[in-house]
Nanobody
Framework: VQLQASGGGLVQAGGSLRLSCAAS????????MGWFRQAPGKERQFVSR????????YYADSVKDRFAISRDNAKNMVNLQMNSLKPEDTAVYYC???????????????WGQGTVVTVSS
């Protein structure tokens, strides 16, 4: 499966952004989709994931109640709605995929190219 992330940008603290990830090349609803991020000088960290339908979602504590992941199987897309953004959310955001219903937060084998999110204070 090939992944293409988009939607990053510059936003003020407290603002919102919506990231999207378009998937192609395989049956989209066969994959658990995830979002990860990597801040400058830091290791990549898990943000959120969503299983194939019927979907189950999971979030890192740092984004719980602020971010919402969703998928549109008809459009082969997964979205990440990010609200109440903080400067510490600044990072390159990556979408990732793993075949099947997966409940882990690492070892995703397929990755998109990343989209930059910058939150100014």
């Amino acid at each position: 499966v090939q992944l293409q992330a988009s939607g990053g940008g510059l936003v003020q603290a407290g603002g919102s952004l919506r990231l999207s990830c378009a998937a192609s090349g395989d049956t989209f609803n066969s994959y658990t989709m995830g979002w990860f991020r990597q801040a400058p000088g830091k290791e990549r960290q898990f943000v959120s994931r969503i299983t194939p339908s019927p979907s189950i979602t999971y979030y890192a504590d740092s984004v719980k109640d602020r971010f919402a992941i969703s998928r549109d199987n008809a459009k082969n897309m997964v979205n990440l709605q990010m609200n109440s953004l903080k400067p510490e959310d600044t990072a390159v955001y990556y979408c990732a995929a793993i075949r099947g219903r997966y409940y882990g937060t690492s070892n995703f084998p397929y990755w998109g190219q990343g989209t930059v999110v910058t939150v100014s204070s």
